[in-house]
């Protein structure tokens, strides 16, 4: 009757090495895609069933279906290894394909999905399916397929995690995936973080290279371009002392976003720089939001709190390591000096306002004290040039010192301070000042006087039992050499090992004796010096009083070699001579034939944990030293 006599058909297979199937379709429809899928294919069985029907002239209907189960296959992964154990079973239907209780092994790790959709429209593919996997032990292969970095300092190996994925995507005939949508949802039992810093440590009393992350949630999602993780976390720094901590990270293709917040409770907490100190069990928190782009860094906000505590940064803008910007930083907090910092930095234009109601210097003045010679604090900014107004209630020096009414300004050029003039008090008629001005030649001058020189000479741990004097300090820079002159008047000390040395081996015990017990007063102390890079040459320090007179002159270079000579005479000795001397030209020869002046001459020299010194006893006073002893008398 002309008409195709069968209307529908089904057939039923046993269960068949897939490759068989295949090698059978490709007799007819030869596709580039077979070719893939028979090179991708290592092994494995199926079982079909086919149900079709036919129209009058033998077309196939759309309303084919096409069930049955894949087992035990095994998928080669080009750079990666096999997915193994791979068992689902399928439908096929009108260019609808639904996959359903899939199981397979990747990595060792067992993995599962209730179901994977893919519907065929003209030449695409629209995918969308979930993955879920049990507890199991992770390795670093699976996190290098998610993050693809160098992850040496992760320790794994007794990691364990669950997860769960939703995903979509298009995908082209020729196995191009587009529109990609993840949502997947991982807990992470333990991981461990090897990071040897000493940053780290500088900051974490108990901090020994370990940082461990227990109970993480993490959140996983990625659309487009656009690829973000929040999660939660336990994190120890020592056994048994939990912290928390929540994180969020938004990257899209040239920014990244992110926001951190801390629980810090449980970790001893130290910031040398600013003199800021926690002990554990005392509740804080930090919070840090930004973002980087175009490897510029941007921290909007930096926030840390703790019971009475607080320092804020805003707009923090940072560029290969160097401050480009900075609109705030605010301290307000207790010192481990037990001195509450209350001041606030505030951009204005181009320009900074430092104000407050109370500082604690010691810690910056003993950073800026034991920094190298032309070390620059302006130098963490790239290229700085602002005016800093500055006022400030009161500034403490040291435990028994505080200044009032510190104001000044502040400019600073390149990076460099261009002109600084500062100006305070002790109490009313006790002043200090310090000033640095640029010159038309770019030489820099430097001045500070202080009526109290016990606060910035006690900083040298050499130095014990310094007491009273004042401080006139002198300094010219030109290029990387700077000269200088420091002179401080009528003070004691009571503790100068070196000198107590030079003392005992002149044979100068009396005096010795004074210098370790009621300490050796002096009228003056004059020192020429100069400075190139670590190397400080010493064209003379003079220092004169009522029990002893010291010239010396040499060179140190710092953390190497000290290297110094000079004399020392007792008052006695110069008192007999002057007296005894009308005439200039007999006190530089004697009175008569082989008299003279007595006093020691003495060499330091070697490493600073190891000088050597050496004494030998002089007859006659070089008319250097005897030039200056009138110079000095003279004056006072």
Known sequence: QNKFAIKNLSLK??????????????????????????????????????????DDSGKIKNNYSLTGKISNAELQIPKNKNIKELNFNFTVYDNNYKFEKILFK??????????????????????????????????????????????????????????????????SKKFKIRNLKVDSKLNLDELILKYDLYKIKNYIKDYNNLIKLKESKLNIKYLGKKFSIDGTSEFYIEENFKNLLNFKIVKSKNKTIFET??????????????????????????????????????????????????????????????????????????????????????????????????????????????????KNFFEIFKNLNSKINIIIDKVKLDDKNTINNLNGNLEVKNSKIFDLNLNSNF???????????????????????????????KKYKFIKGFEGGNLDFSSTKVNNTSKSKLIIDNFKVQEIPVLAK???????????????????????????????????????????????????????????????????????????????????????????????????????KGPPKDLKTTVNPIKTLTPRFITRTLEKIKKN
């Open 13 to 54: 297979s046993k269960n068949n090495e897939i490759t068989s199937y295949i090698n059978f379709y490709r007799l007819t429809n030869n596709t580039l895609q077979l070719v893939l899928l028979n090179q991708v294919l290592k092994s494995g069985m199926a079982q079909i069933n086919v149900d079709l029907s036919f």
């Open 106 to 171: 990747f990595n060792a790790i067992k993995f599962n999905s209730e179901f994977l959709n893919i519907q065929q429209k003209n030449d695409k593919f629209f995918v969308k399916g979930n993955l879920k996997n049990k507890k199991n032990k992770i390795n670093s292969d699976i996190i290098l397929l998610i993050f693809n970095n160098n992850l040496e300092s992760f320790d794994f190996s007794n990691s364990k995690f669950d997860s769960t994925s939703e995903f979509s995507f298009d995908l």
């Open 261 to 374: 917040f801390l629980n810090l409770e449980n970790i001893d907490l130290k910031v040398k720089d600013i003199s800021y100190e926690k002990i554990k069990k005392d509740n804080a928190t930090l919070q840090i939001k930004g973002f980087e782009s175009n490897k510029k860094i941007l921290l909007k906000n930096i926030n840390y709190t703790d019971v009475n505590n607080e320092i804020e940064i805003n707009n923090l803008e940072i560029y290969n390591n160097k401050i480009l910007s900075i609109d705030k930083i605010r301290f307000d907090y207790l010192t481990k000096n037990n001195f509450k910092n209350q001041i606030t930095l505030t951009k204005r234009d181009s320009n900074y306002e430092l104000i407050g109601k109370s500082f604690d210097s010691m810690q910056l003045i003993e950073n800026i004290s034991n920094s190298e010679s032309g």
């Open 427 to 457: 109490s009313n008629n006790e002043k200090i000042f310090v000033s640095v001005k640029t010159q038309k030649d770019s030489s820099v001058i430097t001045t500070f006087y202080s009526d109290r020189a016990k606060p910035f000479v």
């Open 502 to 604: 030079i003392l005992t081996l002149a044979s100068l015990q009396g005096i010795a004796d004074l210098l370790t017990g009621e300490g050796v007063r002096f009228n003056d102390f004059e020192m020429i010096y100069s400075n190139k890079g670590s190397l400080m040459t010493i064209d003379e320090i003079y220092a004169i009083g009522p029990a002893i007179s010291i010239m010396m002159e040499g060179y140190v270079e710092s953390q190497k070699i000290v290297s110094l000579r000079g004399t020392l005479v007792p008052a006695t000795t110069i008192n007999r001579t002057i007296s005894s001397i009308p005439l200039l030209g007999n006190l530089l020869v004697g009175k008569k034939v082989g008299e003279g002046v007595f006093g020691v001459s003495f060499k330091i």
